[in-house]
């Protein structure tokens, strides 16, 4: 991937593009007004043929990237395209124009858009700042570098926190004969489990705070899981490191000698500490909706995705080029996730409709699977079954189909339910880190460890040492917490 143009005027006009944008998405819903109530899906009536295409899409995204990945790098939007005619074409025909087109406003309006603005500004305003400097990288130091990581993956996000630290760590290691390790204890800790505690830490949770789930309810219902998970994955990480580091003995010439670290770009917290106030304020404070081709849109969370896209302008205008040189930064990886997840939010349509007609529906054999036999949710379950799919779905649309099947009532599910949603949030998150496609993260911090020159597990190897280090803390888990 080719870095960003090196030219500030390219950058300026790119963020007087964003914020442009901003303008005209507030002026697009003032004239906004209500209009009659739009046909729904009944999922009721809706076959499993129509997840299909949701089901193609995720296979693409898991299989194409290994079997193809040059093809996967030129024309992943196509294929993401592909499946959402797949769905909508056909589904057009049978349900009728106007009932998909509302569907699919009322999913890009409502889920996506917030979703994509909170993941891209993160992106961007982290993306300008850099940690220069070099630490030996010895067991202590690359403990504190995890445990660090996991502290901030609640507060910049999982990607947010990865793309600032994952660089510092490969440059403290480059003299070290085995590092892989490492890399793949950063994928447990910082790219999945640490953003547990927010909504803005990691996308499941934000998906979850876009249907109604308060923002500290979160840190209340998963602090003490992932206080013991992070904690247990630290003491093991340090004692394979410690292994290792006393095993290698002679180490490689080092290509990038120890010096005092330093933070460029440090005014870019202000951005997110902007970015972090807009979100919470959103879910507590309730402002008039309006109406826009009939999908219902409220204004706080019309100014908090404002205030969001301002905030990733002005990180480009904030910043130099100097610094995204430095990064390596450039806007790829935010265009992946965003015409993928259009397809996901898309496709995903059929299936959640299917299972909002509970045991009715198609997929009436996952309700009763994750119910008792009294007809209670069954949180073990929900854990397990949520966590093995997001291991190799991504975990934000696991998230929202297990929401949906626990019936999708955030009220509900954070009072005498909360066993169940604890279960789904532990499992959507924590076991994201199964596998090299259970989250976003994930294979970019593979992908940029590779580059420069670390050795990572192929796919099954790593699912040796998630399966082999992850499953037996998930069972224990499974027993102190359900």
Request: net charge neutral; aromatic share 10%.
């Given at each position: 991937?080719?870095?960003?143009?090196?030219?500030?005027?390219?950058?300026?006009?790119?963020?007087?593009?964003?914020?442009?944008?901003v303008?005209l998405g507030?002026?697009?819903?003032?004239?906004?007004h209500?209009a009659?109530p739009?046909?729904?899906?009944?999922?009721?009536?809706?076959?499993?043929?129509?997840?299909?295409?949701?089901?193609?899409l995720?296979?693409?995204?898991?299989?194409?990237?290994?079997?193809a990945?040059q093809?996967?790098?030129?024309?992943?939007?196509?294929?993401?395209?592909?499946?959402?005619?797949?769905?909508?074409g056909?589904?057009?025909?049978?349900?009728?124009?106007?009932?998909?087109?509302?569907?699919?406003?009322?999913?890009?309006?409502?889920?996506?858009?917030?979703?994509?603005?909170?993941?891209?500004?993160?992106y961007?305003?982290t993306?300008?700042?850099?940690?220069?400097?070099?630490?030996?990288g010895?067991?202590?130091?690359?403990?504190?570098?995890?445990a660090?990581?996991?502290?901030?993956?609640?507060?910049?996000?999982?990607?947010?926190?990865?793309?600032?630290?994952?660089?510092?760590?490969?440059r403290?290691?480059?003299?070290?004969?085995?590092?892989?390790?490492v890399?793949?204890?950063?994928?447990f800790?910082v790219?999945?489990?640490?953003?547990?505690?927010?909504?803005?830490?990691d996308?499941?949770?934000?998906?979850?705070?876009?249907?109604?789930?308060?923002?500290f309810?979160?840190?209340k219902?998963?602090?003490?899981?992932?206080?013991?998970?992070?904690?247990?994955?630290?003491?093991?990480?340090?004692?394979i490191?410690?292994?290792?580091?006393?095993?290698?003995?002679?180490?490689?010439?080092?290509?990038?000698?120890?010096?005092?670290?330093?933070?460029?770009?440090?005014?870019?917290?202000?951005?997110?500490?902007?970015?972090?106030?807009?979100?919470i304020?959103?879910?507590?404070?309730?402002?008039?909706?309006v109406?826009?081709?009939?999908?219902?849109?409220?204004?706080q969370?019309?100014?908090?995705?404002?205030?969001?896209?301002?905030?990733?302008?002005?990180?480009?205008?904030?910043?130099?080029?100097?610094?995204?040189e430095?990064?390596?930064?450039?806007?790829?990886?935010?265009?992946?996730?965003a015409?993928?997840?259009?397809?996901?939010?898309?496709?995903?349509?059929?299936?959640?409709a299917?299972?909002?007609?509970?045991?009715?529906?198609?997929?009436?054999?996952i309700?009763?699977?994750?119910?008792?036999?009294?007809?209670q949710?069954?949180?073990?379950?929900?854990?397990?079954i949520t966590?093995?799919?997001?291991?190799?779905?991504?975990?934000?649309?696991?998230?929202?189909?297990?929401?949906?099947?626990?019936?999708?009532?955030?009220?509900?599910?954070?009072?005498?339910?909360?066993?169940t949603?604890?279960?789904?949030?532990?499992?959507?998150?924590?076991?994201?880190?199964?596998?090299?496609i259970?989250?976003?993260p994930?294979?970019?911090?593979?992908?940029?460890?590779?580059?420069?020159?670390?050795?990572?597990?192929?796919?099954?190897?790593?699912?040796?040492?998630?399966?082999?280090?992850?499953?037996?803390?998930?069972?224990?888990q499974?027993?102190?917490?359900?």
């Amino acid at each position: 991937m080719a870095p960003l143009s090196s030219s500030s005027h390219t950058q300026k006009r790119l963020a007087s593009s964003i914020i442009m944008g901003v303008v005209l998405g507030l002026l697009v819903a003032l004239p906004a007004h209500a209009a009659e109530p739009m046909p729904h899906l009944q999922g009721g009536q809706i076959g499993l043929v129509w997840s299909l295409p949701f089901a193609g899409l995720l296979l693409s995204i898991a299989l194409f990237p290994l079997i193809a990945p040059q093809i996967w790098h030129h024309h992943y939007g196509k294929v993401a395209l592909f499946w959402i005619l797949a769905w909508s074409g056909p589904a057009a025909v049978v349900f009728g124009i106007s009932t998909i087109l509302y569907e699919i406003l009322h999913s890009l309006l409502l889920e996506y858009l917030p979703f994509i603005i909170l993941i891209g500004s993160l992106y961007c305003v982290t993306g300008h700042i850099h940690i220069r400097g070099n630490l030996h990288g010895s067991p202590a130091v690359n403990t504190a570098f995890l445990a660090i990581g996991t502290v901030l993956a609640s507060v910049i996000g999982t990607t947010g926190a990865a793309m600032v630290l994952v660089r510092p760590l490969i440059r403290a290691n480059d003299d070290r004969k085995e590092s892989a390790h490492v890399m793949i204890f950063f994928i447990f800790l910082v790219a999945n489990i640490g953003g547990a505690l927010t909504p803005v830490g990691d996308p499941p949770l934000f998906l979850g705070f876009l249907e109604g789930i308060d923002f500290f309810w979160t840190t209340k219902a998963l602090l003490k899981p992932t206080l013991m998970l992070a904690g247990l994955l630290l003491l093991i990480f340090f004692c394979i490191d410690l292994t290792l580091y006393r095993r290698e003995g002679h180490k490689k010439p080092d290509p990038t000698p120890d010096s005092r670290l330093a933070i460029e770009g440090g005014h870019h917290v202000i951005l997110i500490l902007v970015i972090l106030a807009a979100v919470i304020t959103s879910g507590s404070v309730k402002l008039d909706t309006v109406e826009l081709f009939g999908v219902p849109l409220e204004w706080q969370n019309i100014l908090r995705d404002a205030v969001l896209l301002l905030m990733a302008g002005l990180s480009f205008m904030l910043s130099n080029d100097r610094i995204r040189e430095a990064n390596q930064f450039n806007l790829e990886p935010i265009r992946e996730v965003a015409k993928l997840f259009g397809g996901i939010f898309v496709t995903i349509i059929p299936v959640l409709a299917v299972l909002k007609a509970g045991q009715d529906g198609a997929l009436g054999a996952i309700i009763r699977l994750v119910t008792t036999p009294t007809g209670q949710p069954d949180p073990v379950m929900y854990f397990w079954i949520t966590g093995l799919l997001s291991s190799f779905l991504d975990n934000a649309p696991t998230y929202l189909v297990f929401f949906n099947a626990a019936g999708a009532d955030p009220i509900a599910l954070m009072g005498p339910m909360a066993p169940t949603l604890t279960a789904i949030s532990m499992g959507a998150v924590f076991m994201g880190a199964n596998s090299y496609i259970g989250n976003a993260p994930n294979f970019m911090v593979k992908s940029m460890a590779e580059s420069r020159g670390v050795v990572m597990p192929g796919f099954f190897g790593y699912l040796v040492w998630s399966f082999g280090l992850l499953m037996p803390l998930f069972a224990i888990q499974t027993w102190l917490f359900f």
